[in-house]
């Protein structure tokens, strides 16, 4: 019998729930319970950590899990890694569920980092006005330019002082558009852009406001998931996900 683990926190997750709630399969939704009020899904869910690797795998047992889909975000490399791991020990079939990741196109300044240090390094030493387009996990290494006005975009009030001695918070859920998202820099004289390649439509207004201002985007690019070959395939779509569930081999 199957029994599905989503771990979840996408818009893609969030799709693929609502196809695998009307297809009446058994399957538990997972947030990482980093926001104060999650999207909530037509599943049965479960938010926190499973404590590591072996929590994981010890959850998978207890739960009957047959299959887990990761489609958690592209830069939260730790529990895909963790899930990579517990799957194997608990001999459970896993897939990552994965939106492909953005390109430049013509008019686009982007400069492409591998890290968010290197993308510290890359802000100007002069001082900008930077929208800082990461979500509020990543801020501390940014106090290494303390100089700049850091605007930024969360889902939740920050609950806890902010790293950065100079910053605007706009509390906003996306999906977002070009429209706002141009006022947006515009409003608060945004001189560069930092993002991570999140890929995906509902983030993506930024990077085309970038465009039409003529910024420069410091883009971040994606952390690798360390896997075997075949123990992770990655799916692009809900179908091909729903394939892979009826055939995991595949």
């Not at 801020?139 to 902010?162: G, I, N």
């Amino acid at each position: 019998m199957t029994r599905i683990l989503l771990l979840g926190g996408t818009t893609e997750a969030s799709t693929l729930a609502k196809t695998l709630a009307e297809a009446g399969l058994d399957a538990v939704f997972s947030y990482a319970g980093r926001t104060a009020k999650p999207v909530s899904q037509p599943l049965p869910t479960r938010i926190g950590g499973f404590g590591g690797v072996e929590g994981l795998a010890a959850y998978l047992k207890t739960e009957s899990i047959t299959h887990v889909v990761d489609a958690t975000h592209p830069f939260a490399a730790q529990m895909s890694t963790n899930a990579v791991q517990a799957c194997a020990a608990a001999g459970v079939a896993l897939c990552a569920f994965e939106r492909p990741a953005w390109q430049a196109g013509e008019g686009d300044h982007w400069l492409h980092v591998d890290s968010i240090d290197a993308a510290v390094d890359a802000l100007p030493d002069a001082p900008a006005r930077v929208f800082l387009a990461i979500g509020k996990q990543n801020l501390t290494q940014f106090a290494a330019k303390p100089q700049h006005h850091y605007l930024l975009r969360l889902v939740d009030e920050p609950d806890a002082p902010l790293p950065l001695p100079h910053t605007t918070v706009e509390i906003a859920r996306g999906p977002f558009d070009v429209a706002g998202d141009s006022a947006l820099m515009q409003r608060h004289a945004v001189t560069h852009v930092v993002a991570k390649n999140a890929g995906g439509a509902g983030a993506a207004a930024k990077l085309t406001a970038a465009r039409s201002l003529n910024l420069p985007v410091i883009m971040i690019g994606r952390p690798e998931v360390p896997a075997p070959a075949g123990q992770r395939p990655i799916k692009g779509s809900v179908a091909e996900v729903m394939a892979w569930l009826s055939h995991p081999a595949d």
